[in-house]
């Protein structure tokens, strides 16, 4: 079930340059619905997985595994973790935020400077980054090198909820959503055969992309990921990205591709033709694999096919779980369109 799926690999550390538990969970489910899988040197999980009929025009589908998160780069005489972040994260959304450090996943929390401590002007500022630290509860250097070290990664706590009209709450949304969908259409029956690239290191500038591209070389990708909504009450109308609940995002711009007239203008004729609710970006804005992998070698035609998400690279990202549905569906549709000649 797509939405179990979804939770299983939320749950998971993957920041970027650490997506190896991720990896090892989509491997063994690749691997189990018959798909031939191989990792490369960046650390991107290719998987081919064989269908009805084979297509000289290679298709690929693209999903990354990294999440943002926050990497060690010094610890304190009286024990504190400083950190700089992987990925664009927001720093209103880190003070006081549970987190958990490496593999051995210790607890900490985001903390800052006591209120009572700052300055009029202080307190009409975002902190920066340097004024911040991760308390593990250590006293000493020597206690939290104990249980972490210079290099360390660290992630958002994994809580996960459900709540109001079929959202849900959860970190990583971005793109384990994308994940999610590639390896439950891994598991169906293809009228092709389709190769799937779940990729590294997309936080910090579609890196695992171009190498998965390169190596694939496919006439046709998709990229499927999780886009900002930006669709909160105080934001101008006009500046409004897209909405959750109001189906998959179809984008034929962002900040990083114009993608693929021809594939744009299928996606959207797809959707109409089986009543799947589709919506496109208002407000150009944000970057995916798509911009490397349509740069790579000679080109290669891409489109893209996102969930709005609220409150992105944050702890609490929030996406409507019927447009998860949706955007599986026109996934697999978009595949059967390909096989049949229509892309």
């Known amino acids: 079930m797509l939405l179990n799926t979804?939770?299983?690999?939320?749950?998971?550390?993957?920041?970027?340059?650490?997506?190896?538990?991720?990896?090892?969970?989509?491997?063994?489910?690749?691997?189990?619905?018959?798909?031939?899988?191989?990792?490369?040197?960046?650390?991107?999980?290719?998987?081919e997985k064989k269908g009805a009929k084979s297509v000289p025009d290679t298709l690929m589908l693209c999903a990354h595994m990294d999440e943002v998160g926050f990497i060690v780069r010094h610890i304190t005489e009286d024990g504190y973790i400083k950190f700089a972040c992987l990925g664009?994260?927001?720093?209103?959304?880190?003070?006081?935020?549970?987190?958990?450090?490496?593999?051995?996943?210790?607890?900490?929390?985001?903390?800052?400077?006591?209120?009572?401590?700052?300055?009029?002007e202080e307190r009409k500022?975002?902190?920066?980054?340097?004024?911040?630290?991760?308390?593990?509860?250590?006293?000493?250097?020597?206690?939290?090198?104990?249980?972490?070290?210079?290099?360390?990664?660290?992630?958002?706590?994994?809580?996960?909820?459900?709540?109001?009209?079929?959202?849900?709450?959860?970190?990583?949304?971005?793109?384990?959503?994308?994940?999610?969908?590639?390896?439950?259409?891994?598991?169906?029956?293809?009228?092709?055969?389709?190769?799937f690239a779940f990729t590294v290191q997309e936080e910090v500038g579609t890196r695992g992309a171009f190498g998965a591209a390169f190596s694939v070389t496919p006439?046709?990708?998709?990229?499927?990921?999780?886009?900002?909504?930006?669709?909160?009450?105080?934001?101008?109308?006009?500046?409004?990205v897209c909405y959750p609940g109001r189906g998959p995002v179809v984008p034929y711009m962002d900040g990083g591709t114009v993608y693929?007239?021809?594939?744009?203008?299928?996606?959207?004729?797809?959707?109409?033709?089986?009543?799947?609710?589709?919506?496109?970006?208002?407000?150009?804005?944000?970057?995916s694999d798509a911009g490397a992998i349509q740069r790579t070698k000679a080109g290669i035609r891409v489109a893209a096919v996102s969930a709005a998400v609220r409150y992105l690279h944050s702890p609490s990202s929030v996406a409507s779980i019927r447009d998860l549905e949706h955007i599986e569906t026109l996934a697999l549709r978009f595949i059967e369109s390909v096989a049949a000649g229509r892309a």
């Not at 720093?91 to 009029?120: C, E, N, Q, S, Y």
């Not at 090198?145 to 459900?162: M, R």
């Open 260 to 287: 693929d007239r021809g594939l744009f203008e299928l996606l959207r004729d797809l959707a109409e033709e089986h009543q799947i609710p589709w919506q496109t970006k208002e407000y150009i804005s944000g970057g």
């Open 6 to 47: 979804l939770k299983e690999l939320c749950v998971l550390s993957g920041p970027s340059s650490y997506e190896g538990p991720v990896r090892d969970y989509l491997k063994i489910r690749a691997e189990a619905a018959g798909a031939v899988c191989r990792v490369d040197g960046m650390g991107n999980l290719i998987c």
């Open 125 to 195: 500022k975002v902190p920066k980054l340097e004024e911040l630290f991760i308390d593990i509860g250590a006293r000493s250097r020597e206690e939290a090198e104990a249980l972490t070290h210079l290099g360390d990664f660290a992630v958002f706590s994994d809580s996960i909820t459900e709540y109001g009209h079929q959202m849900l709450k959860a970190k990583a949304l971005d793109d384990r959503i994308g994940c999610a969908v590639m390896i439950e259409l891994m598991e169906r029956a293809l009228p092709m055969d389709v190769t």
């Open 219 to 240: 006439k046709l990708a998709l990229v499927l990921e999780g886009t900002t909504a930006a669709d909160s009450p105080t934001t101008d109308v006009h500046r409004r």
């Open 88 to 120: 664009g994260i927001d720093r209103r959304v880190l003070i006081g935020k549970p987190v958990f450090l490496g593999k051995d996943r210790v607890p900490g929390v985001i903390g800052l400077k006591a209120i009572h401590l700052t300055t009029p």
